[in-house]
């Protein structure tokens, strides 16, 4: 299955995808599309993920 491991050393890469639903909420017009994130009716986005249970 593809997908990322969120670590500490991903938290950039993290920040930058928010910041891009920040503007897509804030600029109406400027919306990107994140793979693998979904805008909600309310205009929040989000995720799935799988939780490591070691």
């Known amino acids: 299955m593809p ?3 969120l670590t500490e050393e991903s ?3 993290l920040e930058f995808l928010q910041m ?3 503007i897509g909420a804030h600029y109406p017009g400027f919306e990107t599309d ?3 994130a979904y805008r909600q009716a309310d205009g929040r986005y989000t995720v799935k993920v799988l ?3 070691k």
């Open 3 to 5: 997908g990322e491991m």
């Open 51 to 53: 939780k490591n249970e």
């Open 20 to 22: 891009l639903c920040e």
């Open 11 to 13: 938290r950039p890469v």
């Open 34 to 36: 994140i793979h693998g």
